[in-house]
């Protein structure tokens, strides 16, 4: 790497973890790679952290073009959101867990968009243009999924946008937190179409600051993610760009951790 090191750049034992997950050479048909996979990883993880636009790449990187290519294919395969799954195990499991959750925590945040256009609504909670991440965590607040949507669609209807697609998918799941905003309705739906127990974990109503029990997990979730000035706001035309940078920070900060293990 004849390079200046950047601090978003893969160590030798983050890359012993991450290029297992990568895609191998290309086929006799196919043209050579003339890039590094790793140098590739380290542009959009440099993307991510710094918050930069595309055509901002510094130019030691691999050209901008090159890189986006990359990442937009990897988004449309789905290699994110299965890179992310897979490292939630090894994870999960590293912190003495099980590899599947039984239980869980569910919350929403709302962020402004640009003008870069794309879906958006008003959040008349909020006061705030722009779109809602609905994400549900782990206890130890590993992402499980992760839902954008316009920031208009109520916090109920995400939440089932999100839930109704995990059905089969996390086989131990049993309970989930949520605050308040999730009450009613929900929470029968939750029961009769998921078979799962949502939880509400009501604010106490003294004004003075209490840590509220299982919350915290995903909003400290939340603090992880706003370290990414990639997702400081929602930058992206494409809400599925929004997610695979989500999936992507918490790739990065999962192979910090089981590198370090």
């Known amino acids: 790497m004849d390079r200046r090191h950047y601090c978003t750049d893969v160590t030798n034992r983050q890359w012993r973890v991450l290029k297992p997950l990568l895609p191998g050479k290309t086929t006799r048909r196919g043209r050579p790679r003339a890039v590094s996979l790793r140098e590739i990883l380290n542009a959009i993880f440099y993307v991510a952290r710094a918050g930069c636009q595309w055509r901002n790449l510094p130019h030691d990187f691999p050209p901008w073009q090159t890189v986006y290519g990359y990442f937009s294919r990897w988004r449309d395969q789905g290699l994110w959101e299965k890179n992310h799954r897979l490292l939630r195990r090894a994870a999960r499991l590293a912190a003495k867990r099980d590899a599947e959750p039984s239980a869980a925590v569910l919350d929403s945040q709302t962020v402004k968009t640009t003008e870069m256009g794309g879906p958006r609504g008003y959040d008349a909670g909020k006061k705030v243009t722009g779109r809602k991440r609905h994400i549900l965590v782990d206890t130890l ?49 939750v029961q009769e179409q998921c078979h799962w127990v949502l939880s509400i974990v009501k604010r106490s109503e003294l004004h003075t600051f209490k840590v509220l029990p299982h919350r915290w997990v995903v909003e400290r979730t939340f603090g992880w993610l ?22 992507v ?13």
């Open 226 to 247: 706003n370290r990414e000035r990639r997702l400081s706001k929602d930058y992206e035309r494409l809400p599925r760009s929004s997610e695979a940078f989500i999936h």
């Open 141 to 189: 607040g590993l992402l499980l999924a992760v839902l954008v949507h316009p920031a208009d669609v109520q916090d109920r209807d995400g939440a089932k946008g999100l839930l109704s697609g995990l059905v089969g998918y996390l086989p131990r799941l049993q309970l989930i937190w949520a605050d308040g905003g999730y009450a009613g309705q929900l929470e029968t739906w």
């Open 249 to 261: 920070s918490m790739i990065r900060l999962m192979a910090r951790r089981l590198a370090a293990a």
